[in-house]
Every structure is written in structure tokens, then in C-alpha cells.
């Protein structure tokens, strides 16, 4: 494998429209305001812990919200107590400080209930140095007397304040409309002009796994610092990688590639340098912006629940998925197969996803990896015309028909691949609702027996058949 040297990104250049960034929203304020609480209802899930206990959120938690039609990644942080000499709050204050230095738009909790704290007021000196849009809530405003109360925070000298109550949902809506307008215009996320068939990956994966190794091996060239310390690359580094390889049909053929290497994703309760909480986010973004995304695992290490979260990541947003397990040439047979049996057993929400045993340091299998990469990447663009969807379909109702549900016969009546990046079909039926999980898996595992999409998480949707002057449902 003949390496070349990687041509320098030029993020200026015309690029091509495949996703959009989100916007970062962050959710800050003293201890036990409720920022939790409205976390949970402006991503529509209880996903921050919630209790009464100040302090309860030490680091922060992220997810990702929608409203009004735009997609936006929530960061809740820890209460922020500036007066605090307790050494845990001094370091929730710096990783308050690193999600507003990531943030495009900030939510600042106040409580609607009590008058201003010096708290409250340090908060917000520090906002009003940040220079980013912000928006003061002022939580637990559950009826309009609390209204009125809510009104004396004006004292702190902001512009507007938003009555809300997180754990009712009353003013939500202004306040998620305020958040959308404030959100500036995300730009398209592909920076390089590279053509439509050279694969964008991103390396991901906890620390030391192997990532900046990768990108050194197949640049030919340090590009990225590599060091056996956890944590050492800090941003994303982006290289155009060009290799030559021989083809099927044993003639040289050029394999490019954009690689996005990434800091290791470790455990919140590890992420204890500033510089490294922000690297997270860069992460996830670097995950939007990719195609594929290769997950670098240390084979005898094992995969761990963190590994598993980082694939979710990946897998959410729709991206192709490599598992590479690293560092295989300190590993024996026995060893290896007891490896990928773990790789499979804690990844098991990813049966589809290729499992690459290779060896960065010697070479070995990263040839197979960089085939495996290109194979994904066409399965994740991959199209199935409508006719041969639906001679495949009709052979699977003849063999397999629906189960009724509810006394209702359910019946579908044809297939079409509405999408690519990832694969998405669209099934119409006359029960949307009650076609059972179980058969829906059934479906979806019969399109993977005969069209494959090896790597690729794949949606099917289930839609009403329209009837006759009627609006589509």
C-alpha cells in the first residue's frame, strides 16, 4: 500500500451539502434552579438526573432537541456557585465556562420563586463577557402570580426575562422559539471539495485506542501528535488521505479518503481538564460531518459501556459504522476470538456493523479496514429501485404474512426507498400503528438478508395509504 502525503484542508473551499451542524445550546445557573428539569423537558426525555439535592449535576449532560424544525444539541451543566470554596464547585465553574465557550446560545436559570442571589448576579457579569446570545428563564413560574414575582428579576438589569415552569411546561413555547431565533445559520458541515464518492470518517473511541496512530500510518507523516498518555489529541485534526491500492481486478487504483481523527471520548467522571471536556462536543460534530464512522477499539482492553455509548452516538445520526479492534498483534487466537465474541455481546444493538481486527502499530489488517470503510460507505448510498423492492416484498407477505393485531387485519401494500445516507423505506399500510415491533424487526431483517447494507443503520417507516381525496397522513 503506497502512501501519499495529505493535502492541507482549506475549510473556505465550495463544499457540498450533505448535513447541517446543530447549533449548541447550553443550560446554565446556580445549584437548584431546575436548569435538570428543563433540560429534560426541552429534550423531551428524562435524561439529566433530577433531584432536590443542590449539586446533583456535576458535569454535563448532553442531548439533542427539536423544535420549530430545527435540530439543536443541548449541554446541561452543574450549578454554578462562584462564592463556593469547595473544590467540586470549583470545577463545575470550569466546565460551566467550557460549555458557554462552545455554546452558540446560552439559557441562563433563574428561580422565579426568590429574589436575586449574588449568585445569580455573578452569573450573570460572566454571560455578559461571554458576548453570546442569551436567554434568562425564570423557572418554576407555575401560575401568574409567579408571574409577577418573576418580574423582580428585571433588577439584574436584562432585557427580558421568560416565566416557565420545567415541570409543568407552561411557557415553553416562547421559550423554545426564542432559543430557534437566536441559533445562528449553521453551515454545511463537508469543509472539503472532494467529490461525492471519497469517504468522510471519523475515528472515534475512548482514549488511547489508536485513532491519531491510524491517521499517522495512512498520512505517512506525524499529522497527529501520537502519544500513549489518554487524552492527547484535543481538537479534531482533518487530513485528505490518498492510498494506492490494488484492485479486484489486480490493477493499482488511487482510495481516497477524509479522515476526521477526534479526541478520545473518555468517562464524564474522568474529564477532568477543561481543554478535554471541550473536545467532546468536537466529537459529536465531527460525527455529523462524517460518513462513516470507525470506532477504534483496544482489543485487549476490551469494548466498554463508554464504546457502546459513542457507537449510539454515531448510529443515531444515521452514520455507517466500522468496529476496529486495535492492538491485535499482542493478542493470541484464543485471545482474539474471545475479543470480537466481547465486541459483538456489548455491541449487540449493532449486529450489521463490521468487526475489523487489525494491528495500527505493524500494519497488519489496516488494508482490510480501509476495504471494509469503502464497502460501508457504498452500502450507506446504496438505492433500491421501487420494482425489485416490491418482488422482494410480495415474497415475504406470501412466506410471512402480518400478524393481526387487535382484531384487525393488518395489510401492506408496497415498499419504496424514500432515502439513501442512511437507507430509508417507507411501507404503506392501512394500520401504521399496529404492525407489531416483532415483525417490523422481521422486515428490516429480511431487506438486510437480500440487499445487504452491511455497516449502515437502516429506517423503515410505516405510512397510511391514502385514500381518495384525502390529505397524506
Keep these: 500500500m503506497t502512501r501519499h502525503r495529505p493535502q492541507r484542508i482549506h475549510h473556505d473551499d465550495p463544499i457540498p451539502a450533505v448535513a447541517r451542524a446543530r447549533g449548541i445550546v447550553a443550560i446554565v445557573g446556580r445549584p437548584n434552579v431546575g436548569k435538570s ?10 435524561i439529566a438526573i433530577v ?52 455554546a452558540d446560545v446560552i439559557v441562563c436559570v433563574l428561580d422565579a420563586t426568590m429574589d436575586p442571589t449574588g449568585a445569580d448576579r455573578d452569573a450573570i457579569k460572566l454571560l455578559r463577557r461571554s458576548k453570546k446570545p442569551v436567554l434568562y428563564a425564570a423557572n ?11 418580574a423582580e428579576l428585571y433588577r439584574l438589569g436584562v432585557d427580558k426575562v421568560f416565566p416557565v415552569s420545567a415541570l409543568h411546561g407552561r411557557g415553553f413555547a416562547d421559550l423554545e422559539e426564542a432559543i430557534v431565533n437566536a441559533l445562528p445559520d449553521q453551515p454545511e458541515l463537508n469543509e472539503l471539495d472532494v467529490g461525492d464518492d471519497v469517504p468522510r470518517i471519523a475515528l472515534i473511541g475512548r482514549p488511547n485506542a489508536g485513532k491519531s496512530s491510524l491517521l499517522n500510518r495512512l ?18 485534526v482533518d487530513a485528505l488521505v490518498k492510498l494506492k491500492r490494488k484492485g479486484k481486478d489486480g490493477k493499482e487504483h488511487e482510495q481516497a479518503l477524509v479522515v476526521l481523527d477526534t479526541a478520545g471520548i473518555r468517562r464524564k467522571s474522568k474529564v477532568s481538564e477543561t481543554v478535554e471536556a471541550v473536545s467532546v462536543l468536537r466529537a459529536v460534530r465531527a460525527i455529523e460531518r462524517a460518513e462513516v464512522v470507525v470506532l477504534m477499539c483496544d482489543a485487549a482492553e476490551g469494548v466498554a ?30 485471545q482474539l476470538k474471545r475479543a470480537e465474541d466481547d465486541a459483538r455481546d456489548k455491541l449487540s444493538f449493532t449486529p450489521w456493523a463490521p468487526v475489523v481486527r487489525c494491528s495500527v502499530k505493524t500494519g497488519r489488517g489496516v488494508g482490510a479496514l480501509i476495504d471494509t470503510i469503502a464497502e460501508v460507505r457504498k452500502e450507506w448510498v446504496k438505492r433500491i429501485g421501487t420494482s425489485e423492492l416490491n418482488r422482494f416484498f410480495e415474497e415475504v407477505l406470501a412466506t410471512h404474512p402480518p400478524p393481526t393485531m387487535g382484531g384487525r387485519a393488518v395489510r401492506l401494500y408496497y415498499v419504496t426507498q424514500a432515502e439513501s445516507r442512511p437507507p430509508t423505506f417507507v411501507v404503506v399500510t392501512n394500520e401504521p400503528e399496529r404492525v407489531h415491533f416483532s415483525y417490523q424487526r422481521y422486515i428490516q431483517n429480511q431487506i438486510r438478508k437480500r440487499f445487504g447494507f452491511e455497516g449502515t443503520p437502516i429506517r423503515i417507516r410505516y405510512k397510511s395509504k391514502r385514500k381518495k381525496g384525502e390529505e397524506e397522513t
Design 140 to 150: 418554576k413560574a407555575d401560575s401568574q402570580a409567579v408571574d409577577a414575582d418573576a
Design 305 to 334: 459501556e463508554q464504546d457502546a455509548k459513542i457507537l449510539g452516538l454515531a448510529t443515531d445520526r444515521g452514520r455507517g459504522v466500522v468496529i476496529a479492534l486495535n492492538k491485535t498483534d499482542l493478542m493470541d487466537a484464543q
Design 51 to 102: 433531584h432536590d439535592e443542590p449539586g446533583v449535576t456535576r458535569d454535563r449532560n448532553y442531548a439533542d432537541a427539536f423544535a420549530r424544525g430545527v435540530e439543536y444539541t443541548l449541554v446541561d451543566t452543574g450549578g454554578f456557585d462562584p462564592e463556593s470554596d469547595d473544590p467540586m464547585q470549583k470545577g463545575i465553574g470550569r466546565q460551566v465556562q467550557v460549555a458557554i465557550d462552545e
Design 219 to 236: 498520512a505517512s507523516e506525524e499529522r497527529s501528535l501520537v502519544d500513549d498518555r489518554p487524552g492527547t489529541t484535543r481538537d479534531t
Design 37 to 46: 428539569t428543563l433540560f429534560n423537558r426541552l429534550a423531551g426525555a428524562k
